[in-house]
């Protein structure tokens, strides 16, 4: 069915630019979908960035080998591991968990 009435909204360019924005991230056809959908409560679905996806897989693959290491060189003590390497393990985890929050929050 093809809409007729025409509704004129007002906006700030920068709400314009970022309903423009999520309306390329999810799967309307156009701004003007995108709005009807938001204000009729529709469901509006979101196209992830694939390249982006599995990025994050990486990252959380990598995160669960690194936790695995520390967890087995602390449960066992025989890894042979000075406080440096250790400390390095650690920050290596920290700093992957706040790449993965980085990247979850560009979703």
Do not use: F
């Not at 440096?84 to 990247?103: G, V």
């Amino acid at each position: 069915m093809t809409s007729t009435t025409r509704i004129d909204l007002r906006v700030k360019s920068t709400e314009k630019e970022k309903m423009e924005s999520l309306a390329l991230k999810s799967g309307c056809s156009s701004l003007s979908s995108y709005i009807r959908h938001c204000a009729l409560n529709k469901p509006v679905k979101t196209q992830l960035d694939s390249d982006l996806v599995l990025e994050l897989l990486k990252m959380n693959a990598d995160l669960s080998r690194l936790g695995n290491l520390l967890r087995l060189t602390l449960k066992t003590h025989q890894g042979g591991y000075t406080k440096e390497q250790l400390k390095h393990i650690e920050d290596s985890l920290k700093q992957t968990t706040q790449l993965i929050k980085l990247k979850v929050e560009q979703l």
